[in-house]
């Protein structure tokens, strides 16, 4: 079964608690938290207090996604506000083994995401360490924005990847996720979707993550 992380950066900041709420009752399975900081991407979102305070709220996991430059700097920060799944920019850092290191010292689930001109390559040393890989399908900084359709198949590349080595990290997939186009994505072997605009977006949170579960097991 395919697993759904809903962004809340497409949510409602004035009523973020019955936001987050809303899509815990409608079967979400994470909750996704961007955290931009202006550099690493063009746009500034999340801190620290507001994982923090989505912590106080659910149980569900958090799912907190670091689009920002030397992320090693505020690791434990994001640890200590309640992140569960921790996820760091390849380009983002010198370091990444380090950082990985860090966060699963933590206690944390570490994951590492490429951007769309990056190669799948640059997740092959890491592979082994990692809880979960993340292909971003947009250019990170913004949700709302088109699927990229060469994703598909750097997605099948990095399913591959896994599998030859044995490794049992999730494979995310996020930007431009839809009820349209997630069984072609779940087909090339992802299983945790990002969805902002598809689930904020729409009338019925509950009824568009279903549609989105739906159109995988079919
Ligand atoms: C993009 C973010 C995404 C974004 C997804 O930089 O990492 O998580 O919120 O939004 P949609 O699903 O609208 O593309
Ligand atoms: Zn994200």
Redesign the pocket.
């Known amino acids: 079964m395919i697993k759904i992380s809903p962004?809340i950066?497409?949510a409602d900041f004035a009523c973020l608690a019955k936001e987050v709420k809303a899509v815990e009752e409608g079967g979400a399975d994470y909750i996704?938290i961007?955290v931009?900081d202006g550099r690493f991407?063009p746009?500034i979102t999340i801190g620290p207090f507001i994982v923090d305070a989505v912590r106080k709220i659910t149980d569900l996991t958090l799912d907190v996604?670091l689009?920002i430059e030397e992320p090693e700097r505020y690791i434990a920060d994001f640890a200590s506000a309640g992140s569960d799944i921790i996820t760091v920019h390849t380009e983002s850092t010198r370091h990444l083994h380090a950082v990985v290191t860090a966060i699963k010292k933590l206690g944390k689930k570490a994951g590492v995401s490429i951007n769309p001109g990056t190669p799948v390559s640059a997740l092959e040393e890491i592979l082994t360490e990692i809880d979960l890989a993340l292909v971003?399908?947009?250019?990170?900084?913004?949700?709302?924005?088109g699927?990229i359709p060469e994703s598909l198949d750097k997605v099948r590349r990095v399913r591959k990847m896994l599998d030859d080595a044995d490794s049992k990290a999730e494979l995310q997939v996020?930007?431009?996720?839809?009820v349209a186009n997630i069984a072609d994505v779940a087909a090339c072997g992802a299983d945790v979707f990002?969805?902002?605009?598809?689930?904020?977006?729409s009338d019925d949170y509950g009824a568009t993550i279903r549609a989105m579960k739906e159109a995988c097991a079919s």
């Open positions: 962004s950066l497409s996704h961007d931009m991407v746009n996604h689009m971003m399908s947009v250019n990170p900084g913004f949700s709302g924005q699927f996020d930007g431009g996720i839809k990002v969805a902002g605009s598809a689930v904020y977006g």
